[in-house]
Structures are given as structure tokens and as C-alpha cells.
């Protein structure tokens, strides 16, 4: 049952920043990255959206719009659209229905009466021939999801407001067509809008990146680099804030740890597109021991967008075994046996290039028909994780769109603290590199080294920066570019007993790492 909306959407910009308060309601949608297989995300959970109101058009028309790291793009929902429950009485009889074929819908007449269940209404609508300000490009708006979503429709331009804060002729999508019932504001890298196939050599009207809305805040002088900060408070509470150009202190404790984005989808160019960075590997602390559950390399996806998170089968069958659960064969997530209690104190522990976060095991959780669910999808043949907002209640995240990359730190849920904001001018304020910054992800498997025993001092040391590296650059970038180098064959670790710790060899350990740093040198 969605609870009642209740909105705050406040702005401030009193200096080089922009902050937006944003409301968390729930939804009913499934996660909607394009990494999920749309066989494997069957089941239905409650959705954290993070919402706020936007005034599109002149004159103005206030939308909500859900605020998504994990899209580039803009787009708002036109009245007419099928999907919406307002539009019921439109579709067609059985004998007038369509076929869309292989496609997705294209013409209301092919969306059946029992599809038409979206509550758009109260996200409200935009009308662009109400909007004296809106012009088309002439572009066709076309997006997929990996759950079987998609939003039709065209693009053009527009007048955006969000607060006392006017962008003007900003790029936004409007949408006659969409199986989604909220638009979106997209606050991704460029690489990741729709107008653009990264894969694609061809550049031109059909394929071309334009200024988005973090892009346009740096151009219009609101800020001074194109970064922000996320903070989506603990898990049940109805508030969250995003700091463009700006991070606030008191919003995290511990270090703020600062990561390379690397690229899985290599094979379609060397530029990271997505927010991902590189995990080192997952333990798990038990109520007798710590367990190390995987330890390879792997290029993880932070999304806010997404309920879920995604995992290899091979990582979320581990992660089952330690907590009883099996991976769950209709909607892949994992099942538990009975529900565990509140005073249950297990954690994950998620190592990302030597730096450690922990996020307790019920944080994961998900109560279903009166089951409990840990929301993993677990998925064959990737090679990637993707932690959504599951994970990202419990840190604070800084995402750096004009450097590519990301910073975290420990989520700090005292209310009672003041404000502590800083403007973001160069490198993100108080941050420092993670241990193992420059140690990170290759699309080259034979220089990829395993951490080993997560809980060993060695995963967390420091390893000092090749002598050809500088800030900003990742091993991905070197180990494609460089052909003077000696490799290091790693083997993938098996794992034939996984409910005992996995203990690894510290002088080997140490051995790989030298080997690794001496490539460099």
C-alpha cells in the first residue's frame, strides 16, 4: 500500500552550491537498470523513490520527478500516456486490440485495459502545448529498462524550475508513452544519455551528448564543479538531500574514501559512463566469525534508481549459503527460511579498492507475502555487481561527473548535527584516495590480483601509485595502453567448502601486490 506523499522540496543556493531536499515515498516498481534480466526480476518490491517537485514550462507546470544517479536524462509524462489508470476507460475492446510484436508499444490502441494501473496522476503531468516556452528538436525519445520498461516520446527543450532556481532551454524528453508512472531527473555522466550510443563511432543528430541538468548548473555559474553529494538517510526515514557542488560533513563519520570509475563495458569504449568503481570483495561478519565470501576484482555499479542489487550467481550463492537462504528461483532473489530478528547484528562487509563499508544483513531485506526476501538478484555471465539504494542508505556518497569519480564514506544518521557544507572547487574537501586507489579493475583478467582474506591486513594496505600513473587515471586505462609490461597470471579462487573462512597466505599476498606495483615501475 502506497502511504500518503508527503513533499518537501526546499532550494538553497547561498553560495556555489545547489541543495534539493528530497522525499522518499514508496512505489511498487521493480528496479529498471538495463543490467537486470527481466526473467530474474520478477518479483515486486516496495520502492524507495526519491522525489522532488519540479516546475517545467511557461507557464510553469509542477511535476514530481524522481531523482536517479543512474540516468543521464530528463523526462517528464504527458497526460495521454495508456499506462496511466486516468486513461482505463480509453483502451481498446479485445477485438480492437494490437499487437506490438517484438516491439514495445507504439500507439495507445496496442496497450490492453488490464496494463492501464499507473497512479501518474499524482506525480502530475506536463502538457508541452500548454508551454509557451517548449521546442522540439525533431529527436525521437526512446529508453529501455531491463524490467521490461521503456518510455517513447520525443525531445526538446524547455524552461526547468526547481526552487528560485531557473535553468532555460534545458534538454528534457516528453513521454505520451511509458509503462513508468513517475518521470525522471537524471543526474548521470553524459556518456550514459539516451541521444547517445557510446558503442557507436557514428556522431550526429542521431547520436550526440548534450548538457544535462548537473552539466547546465556549472554552465549557468551555480557551481564550480560539476559534483554532488547524495545522503539517503537510514533506511524508513521519509527525507534525503543532494548537495550540487557542495559536501556536507555532517552527513557521514570515519573517512571520506575517494575511488577511479572504471569501465565494464570496455569492449564499448575506454571512458567510464557509470558511476562504478572497483570492489575488492565481500565478507561477511557472523555471530561466530568473519567470513570472506569473495575476493576477485569486480567493477560494482552504485545506483540510486535501483531497489535491487545484482550480484554473479557465483557471489550470491555464497552470500545465501552463510545466511541459510537459497537464491530464489522465480524472481532470484535470495529466500531466507524464516525471518530473521531485529536484534540480528550480521553484516556485510564490502571492500572497495582497500577501504571497507559495512552494511547490517536486514538492510537488505525485503518482507513479501509473509516471506523474507534479501534483496541480491543473482544473475549468470556477468561480470559486473551493482549495489542500489539498499546500499547506499548506509553511506554517503559524492559522485564527481568532471574528475569520473566517486567518493564514500560511513552514512552518519545524527539528526541533531549542524549543517557543516563545503563547496566542492577542486578535489572534493577532507577526502583522501582509497589504499588501493590506483590497484583497480582491468578489462585485461591476467592483471587482475584477488585480495585473498578481506579481514587480513593486506586488504586494506596501501599500495603506492605506479611511476607512470597520475590522479584520475586507473589501471584499466594503463594495462590497455601499455604493451612493456610483465603479467602476472591470476587464477580465479574456488571455493569448495564456502561455510568456512577462506585464509590466504600473507606472504604471497604481499608477494602479488609488489609484483603488481613493480609492472610500474
Given amino acids: 500500500m502506497v502511504k500518503p506523499l508527503v513533499l518537501l522540496s526546499l532550494l538553497a543556493y547561498a553560495q556555489a552550491y545547489v541543495k534539493l531536499d528530497f522525499t522518499k515515498t514508496p512505489g511498487s516498481d521493480l528496479a529498471k537498470r538495463d543490467v537486470v534480466d527481466p526473467e530474474a526480476a520478477q518479483l515486486t518490491f516496495d520502492k524507495d523513490q526519491y522525489i522532488v517537485e519540479v516546475a517545467v514550462g511557461t507557464p510553469p507546470q509542477k511535476v514530481l520527478l524522481q531523482i536517479d544517479t543512474g540516468s543521464s536524462d530528463l523526462f517528464v509524462i504527458e497526460e495521454s500516456n495508456p499506462y496511466c489508470k486516468n486513461n482505463k476507460n480509453k483502451a481498446p475492446k479485445k477485438k480492437d486490440l494490437e499487437s506490438p510484436g517484438d516491439d514495445y508499444p507504439r500507439t495507445p490502441n496496442q496497450v490492453p485495459k488490464s496494463d492501464r494501473t499507473l497512479d501518474c496522476k499524482k506525480y502530475g503531468f506536463y502538457n508541452r502545448n500548454e508551454s509557451s516556452t517548449f521546442n522540439s528538436n525533431g529527436t525521437d525519445l526512446f529508453i529501455t529498462y531491463g524490467d521490461n520498461g521503456f518510455v517513447r516520446g520525443t525531445w526538446g527543450t524547455d524552461s526547468v524550475s526547481v526552487g528560485n532556481l531557473n535553468l532555460s532551454n534545458l534538454s528534457i524528453g516528453v513521454s505520451p508513452m511509458t509503462n513508468t508512472s513517475t518521470g525522471i531527473l537524471g543526474v548521470g555522466l553524459p556518456g550514459e544519455e539516451s541521444t547517445f550510443n557510446y558503442s557507436s563511432n557514428v556522431t550526429g543528430p542521431s547520436n550526440y551528448q548534450y548538457s544535462n541538468f548537473p552539466i547546465r548548473l556549472k554552465e549557468e555559474g551555480l557551481i564550480e564543479k560539476i559534483a554532488y553529494s547524495i545522503y539517503l538517510n537510514e533506511t524508513g526515514s521519509k527525507y534525503g538531500s543532494i548537495l550540487f557542488g557542495a559536501v556536507d560533513h555532517s552527513k557521514y563519520q570515519g573517512p571520506l574514501y575517494t575511488f577511479p570509475l572504471v569501465n565494464s563495458k570496455y569492449k564499448e569504449g575506454s571512458d567510464p559512463f557509470q558511476f562504478e568503481i572497483t570492489m575488492n570483495g565481500v565478507g ?44 530464489d528461483g522465480k524472481g532470484n532473489c535470495i529466500k531466507l527460511p524464516k525471518c530473521p530478528s531485529k536484534k540480528d547484528n550480521q553484516k556485510l562487509i564490502f571492500n572497495f579498492s582497500g577501504a571497507e563499508f559495512s552494511v547490517n544483513v536486514t538492510d537488505f531485506m525485503e518482507k513479501h507475502k509473509g516471506k523474507c526476501y534479501l534483496q541480491f538478484s543473482a544473475l549468470d555471465g556477468i561480470n559486473f555487481a551493482l549495489l542500489g539504494d539498499n546500499f ?130
Fill in 284 to 327: 561477511l561478519v557472523g555471530k561466530t566469525d568473519n567470513i570472506t565470501l569473495y575476493d576477485q576484482k569486480l567493477p560494482t555499479l552504485l545506483d540510486s534508481g535501483s531497489t535491487i542489487s545484482l550480484l554473479p550467481r557465483d557471489v550470491a550463492d555464497l552470500v545465501a549459503q552463510q545466511v541459510n537462504g537459497t537464491v
Fill in 392 to 521: 547506499m542508505n548506509n553511506v554517503y556518497t559524492v559522485f564527481n561527473l568532471d574528475d569520473k569519480e566517486l567518493s564514500l564514506a560511513q552514512a552518519n544518521y545524527n539528526s541533531s548535527l549542524k549543517p557543516d557544507i563545503e563547496e566542492i572547487k577542486d578535489t572534493v574537501p577532507s577526502a583522501v584516495l582509497a589504499p588501493q586507489y590506483y590497484n583497480t579493475f582491468s578489462a585485461d583478467p591476467t592483471a587482475t590480483a584477488v585480495t585473498g582474506n578481506i579481514f587480513a591486513p593486506e586488504a586494506t594496505m596501501s599500495m603506492a601509485a605506479p611511476a607512470n600513473a597520475s590522479r584520475n587515471s586507473s589501471l584499466n586505462s594503463t594495462f590497455n595502453s601499455s604493451s612493456n609490461y610483465s603479467r602476472v597470471q591470476m587464477k580465479k579462487r574456488t571455493y569448495p567448502n564456502s561455510s568456512s573462512s577462506l585464509q590466504a597466505n600473507s606472504a604471497i599476498l604481499i608477494m602479488i601486490a609488489a609484483a603488481i606495483t613493480a609492472m610500474f615501475l
